[in-house]
């Protein structure tokens, strides 16, 4: 598993958001959501800059270039 499926996974587990409510939000089905958490469909630009704001935290965070959440600035 990639960093970032286990990171989309986390932060979502972490706000308690559920993959229908995250889905949603990217403008996706749930199991379009669900094949970007394991692996199945590639993280494309537009969702990761969705998910940056949804959860205020850089891009570099997401991909795994830093450890640190960092809120967006």
Do not use: F, W
Not at 40 to 59: M, Q
């Amino acid at each position: 598993m990639k960093i970032e499926q286990l990171r989309i996974r986390s932060l979502r587990e972490d706000h308690d958001l559920t993959q229908a409510q995250v889905a949603k939000i990217l403008n996706k089905s749930q199991q379009g959501y669900a094949h970007l958490e394991n692996g199945r469909a590639e993280l494309s630009i537009k969702d990761l800059k969705d998910l940056c704001a949804l959860y205020n935290v850089s891009a570099d965070y997401i991909i795994g270039l830093t450890d640190t959440a960092q809120p967006l600035k």
